[in-house]
């Protein structure tokens, strides 16, 4: 069964940089792709960026300057990395199984990151 | 960029009724929609996809219709456990979601 966890901090420095790690079981890294989606508390989620399944990356424009997906696929792992946080970062942070017919079908729990001094 | 735009923001309706929600994007986005349902404290789930295709396990008072640039999500008939935040999203380009429509019992 298709599962997904996302595993960091729950609280981060401003300007600091935030580290998240998505843990994924029951499929592929090579065959299904996975995004990572943040929700600040009561307003809509955003699609941050994107690891194909090739290896490739894709960005939301607003963010790329700041932000890097990465993967091991040995351990079915993929990383989230972005830095300069400010305290509107602060929100839900979820990975999604992706695929571009089928978006963001499977959702992992979520993993709450404060941005606080 | 694609803008969303969801309407109403908050929609209060009968047990049994019929409920439309509304999503319409900026530009062309040919069928590329989806639906996601959230409720308090959960993460979204994937409702609709492609503007009208149903996802697996989900009931089918569910049903969505829609290309280009306006979009609908119907429930046949509305049960309790409907409660929540809707959210549309185009993956023509990229991903953007709409701000939600809050769905509450009268």
């Known amino acids: 069964q298709v599962q997904l966890k996302e595993s960091g901090p729950g609280l981060v420095q401003p300007s600091e940089t935030l580290s998240l790690t998505c843990t994924v079981s029951?499929?592929?890294?090579?065959?299904?792709?996975v995004s990572w989606v943040r929700q600040p508390s009561g307003k809509g989620p955003e699609w941050m960026g994107r690891?194909?399944?090739?290896?490739?990356?894709a960005y939301n424009s607003a963010l790329k300057s700041r932000l890097s997906i990465s993967r091991d696929t040995s351990k079915n792992q993929v990383f989230l990395k972005m830095n300069s946080l400010q305290t509107d970062d602060t929100g839900t942070y979820y990975c999604?199984?992706?695929?571009?017919?089928?978006?963001?079908?499977?959702w992992g729990q979520g993993t709450l990151v404060t941005v606080s001094s | 960029d694609i803008q969303m735009t969801q309407s109403p923001s908050f929609l209060s309706a009968s047990v049994g009724d019929r409920v439309t929600l509304s999503c319409k994007a900026s530009?062309?986005?040919?069928?590329?929609l989806a639906w996601y349902q959230q409720k308090l404290g959960e993460a979204p789930k994937l409702l609709i996809y492609?503007?009208?295709s149903l996802q697996t396990g989900i009931p089918s008072r569910f049903s969505g219709s829609g290309s280009g640039t306006d979009f609908t999500l119907t429930i046949s008939s509305l049960q309790p456990e409907d409660v929540a935040t809707y959210f549309c999203?185009?993956?023509?380009?990229?991903?953007?979601f709409g701000s939600g429509t809050k769905l509450e019992i009268k």
């Open positions: 999604t199984r992706d695929r571009p017919t089928r978006p963001l079908a499977y």
């Open positions: 029951g499929f592929s890294l090579t065959s299904y792709s």
């Open positions: 690891m194909w399944y090739d290896g490739d990356t």
């Open positions: 530009q062309n986005i040919n069928k590329y």
């Open positions: 492609n503007a009208n």
């Open positions: 999203l185009q993956h023509n380009s990229w991903l953007t």
